[in-house]
């Protein structure tokens, strides 16, 4: 059996997280600055915008893709492979660089933005083969439900994952314990969830593009789809009830979220 890792592109809980710092701000008793809300909403706004597009036509879909279709037991490319662009991403402005998206590890970027050596620009496409050349058998786009949605709609058998691996944003994490819900089913976009082969390989290049990114699960024999980490184990179960839920009805997302309700998620 392929060992495939599972590995999540980007921070869940954003498109969540900006929906209630619009909404707290309404909030008299809100226990948070206005500055600091101010900080979290400019931190949001700064991420890159990641945008799947299913094959080279350009179609968008907000369901799972599949990749690397078994034949003969072993994987296929198939044509049409998804592309990831992204916008609202630093990129070098001078040298043999121009153009590139900046590391996650690069140093000095405010007196480098000062310098007008970065600007922010476009990225048409991020990874050129990613497919074939990292072994990626499906890729999934995160939305209603969250992290934990996505990883119940995971195709291709059981796995293990660990929430202790699972990135969030401080502000999220903040948020979340204000409102007293999950972070883990909070309504999340920008961000997607990958089985691969080569996980450490496409690690490296992901993070040399500038994307946040981390493995947080194993694929495993059978069918189930554990939790494993210092908290103990338990079985991944579904709900596709999101966090957002329990705070506003259903009349209030759909007038305030138009994509919420539908598969296609975009804002």
Known sequence: MRREKILLLGYPGQWGSQFLWKKIREDQECPFSRAFIEEEEKRLRSLPRLYLKETAHGKLKGEAVKTLPEKGGQPQSCPGQPILSAENILLFTEGEKKG????????????????????????????????????????????????????????????????????????????????????????????????????????????????????????????????????????????????????FSKKELEESLPAFFRKEDSL
């Open 100 to 247: 590139q998206s900046i590391p996650l590890y690069e140093e000095d970027l405010q007196a480098k933005w000062n310098a007008g050596e970065l600007s922010l620009g476009k990225v048409e496409n991020l990874f050129p083969n990613w497919i074939s050349d990292f072994g990626i058998s499906e890729i999934l786009p995160l939305g209603r439900g969250g992290i934990l949605f996505g990883l119940w709609q995971l195709s291709g058998g059981g796995f293990s994952f660990s929430y202790e691996k699972i990135p969030f944003l401080q502000g999220t994490i903040e948020l979340c314990e204000h409102f007293q819900i999950s972070p883990y089913y909070l309504y999340s976009g920008n961000a997607y969830l990958l089985r691969l082969e080569e996980a450490e390989a496409f690690l490296d290049l992901v993070r040399e593009r500038g994307i946040v990114a981390s493995c947080i699960g194993i694929s495993e024999e059978g069918k189930k789809r554990m939790r494993r980490d210092a908290q103990g184990e338990s079985f991944l179960t579904k709900r596709e009830r999101d966090s957002l839920e329990e705070l």
